[in-house]
Structure formats: structure tokens, C-alpha cells
């Protein structure tokens, strides 16, 4: 059985719709900029003159309350926006930072989102109504790690499997080297150092299991923390080596089966390094 069903992501279809109605509604108050125009210091979105200040607080209030139910609709299909400097943010949620000053939202990044979403949802749909002619167990991506199924979710949607999996893997990679300010050393290296032993050096923090290094007491880690770490830098360049580089230097197809299990894998790996702690050194 599908993890979502046809009607839940009808319902999720629908709020997108009814996100969009409200904010064009919206919109209708509101002189329109983009970035270009605000040159990185202005609002992208500012009230015309002579409008009613209640009628567009109301106006507001609608976007506002149909922007929380829509963003689910963001968080079953992954359709983060990359903003520089801060990140992979939702711009239905975020539809209000437009009227800030150094606005790092449009009203085209807005729509351009709502309408992926919907286009997400409705391979999900269509995914969910044939579930429903078959018996056969159905497992979703969606539910992987939210970093690795952000990366992975464009792509997987619209069948492309290899790239999906390829972008799945950057992303993980990207994800800790932004963290851990490790944008000077290619991908395969930063595992190496981030989870090698040893105390971490000026500008190359660590990656460390947490505990203490002689506690033995949890047995699924046959001779404690230290073989374990070692274990998870082995998985962590053994992934980059087999599963990356592989989806990035060749152009063969996976199949839906072969890149779900790959996606598993990297999900895992994911959550292992949430529990990690940071270890840093003041030069």
C-alpha cells in the first residue's frame, strides 16, 4: 500500500491551489519587483498607493493561513528553494520575507515553487491511483532522510533515477561541507578527514560518534565507539566511491528498485551523521 494515498494528495493538490488563489489575490495590492530591481537591499513586494490597510491585512491573513496547510504539500515532495548564505528554505512558508528589506524571495520564486509542487503531486497521484490496482508492498522515498529526498526529489518524480541518486548524493555532501566550512576539499577526501581518528585540526573539524571511547556497554558495536566510527567513515567514502562517482562519470540508467535502495542507503548514512557531534579546534 502507498504511503500517501490519491485522495490525501488530492487534498494537498487542492491547498496548493487555494495557496496560489490567495496569494494572487494578494498580489493584486502589491507593486511587484524582483531581484534584479531590489538589487539585494529591497523589498521585492510593497503596497500600492491608495490601497485599504485592512482590506490588505485581511488579504494577508488568507495568504497566511493558506500558506500553513499548503506547506506540507513542500515537505511531501521536497521542493526546497537554495537561497545563498542561508540555505534550502520553503518559499510558501517564507512568502512574507518579500516585504523585508534585503528580500531574498520574489513573487516569481513563489509561483515558480507552488507550481512545482503541483507538478510533483501530480506524479505522486498518479503513482498513488496505481498502487491501488495491485497488491504489491509500495515503500516511499518521501520518507527518507528530508536532505537526501530534497536532492533526490525533482529528479525522481519525473523517472530521471540516475540523476536523482547523483543529486541525492552531492546534496548530502554539500549539506555537511556548508556545515562544517569544509568547501576547500573534494567530496571523497572530506569524508576521509571528517571521520578519520585523531583530534581535529584548524579549519578540518570531526565528525565524532557520541560517547566515551571505552564504553563497551552497547553490544550491536562490537569493540566500542572508536571500530564503529571507523566503520562509518569506511560507509560514508565507500557510498561516495560506489554509488556518486558512479552515477556521475556514466550515463546508465537505474531502475526504480536499483535507485531506492541506493537512496536507503544514503538515508542511513544521513541519519547516523545527525547523531554525530562536532568536534573544532580554535587555530
Not at 488568507?62 to 540555505?87: C, H, K, M, R, Y
Not at 525522481?156 to 569544509?182: D, F, I, M, N, P
Amino acid at each position: 500500500m502507498a504511503k500517501y494515498g490519491p485522495d490525501y494528495v488530492r487534498r494537498l493538490i487542492e491547498a496548493v491551489a487555494a495557496f496560489e488563489k490567495a496569494f494572487e489575490r494578494w498580489m493584486e495590492t502589491q507593486v511587484e519587483s524582483d531581484h534584479m530591481a531590489a538589487r539585494g537591499l529591497f523589498p521585492t513586494v510593497w503596497t500600492k498607493e491608495g490601497e485599504d490597510p485592512a482590506h490588505v491585512r485581511a488579504l494577508e491573513l488568507s495568504v497566511a493561513e493558506a500558506a500553513g496547510v499548503a506547506a506540507t504539500a513542500v515537505d511531501v515532495t521536497g521542493a526546497l528553494f537554495g537561497v545563498q548564505g542561508i540555505g534550502l528554505i520553503d518559499p510558501i512558508s517564507n512568502w512574507s520575507m518579500m516585504r523585508n528589506p534585503k528580500a531574498f524571495l520574489s513573487p516569481e520564486d513563489v509561483r515558480t515553487t507552488a507550481a512545482t509542487v503541483k507538478g510533483r503531486l501530480a506524479a505522486l497521484l498518479a503513482d498513488a491511483e496505481a498502487a491501488q490496482t495491485t497488491d504489491l508492498p509500495a515503500f516511499s522515498p518521501a520518507l527518507m532522510h528530508p536532505v537526501v529526498w530534497s536532492g533526490a526529489a525533482a529528479h525522481w518524480t519525473s523517472h530521471q533515477y540516475r540523476v536523482a541518486v547523483r543529486e541525492a548524493a552531492e546534496g548530502l555532501t554539500v549539506h555537511w561541507k556548508q556545515r562544517l566550512g569544509r568547501n576547500d576539499v573534494d567530496d571523497t577526501p572530506f569524508w576521509q578527514q571528517t571521520l578519520s581518528p585523531g583530534d581535529p585540526e584548524p579549519g578540518k573539524p570531526k565528525l565524532r560518534w557520541p560517547g566515551d571511547n571505552d564504553d563497551k556497554t552497547n553490544r550491536s558495536m562490537r569493540g566500542g565507539l572508536e571500530p564503529f566510527a571507523k566503520l562509518l567513515n569506511n560507509l560514508a567514502t565507500g557510498l561516495n566511491l560506489t554509488v556518486r562517482n558512479v552515477t556521475t562519470h556514466t550515463r546508465d540508467e537505474l531502475s526504480e528498485q536499483e535507485a531506492m535502495e541506493r537512496l536507503a542507503a544514503y538515508s542511513y548514512l544521513a541519519r547516523l551523521l545527525d547523531r554525530c557531534e562536532i568536534q573544532t579546534i580554535d587555530p
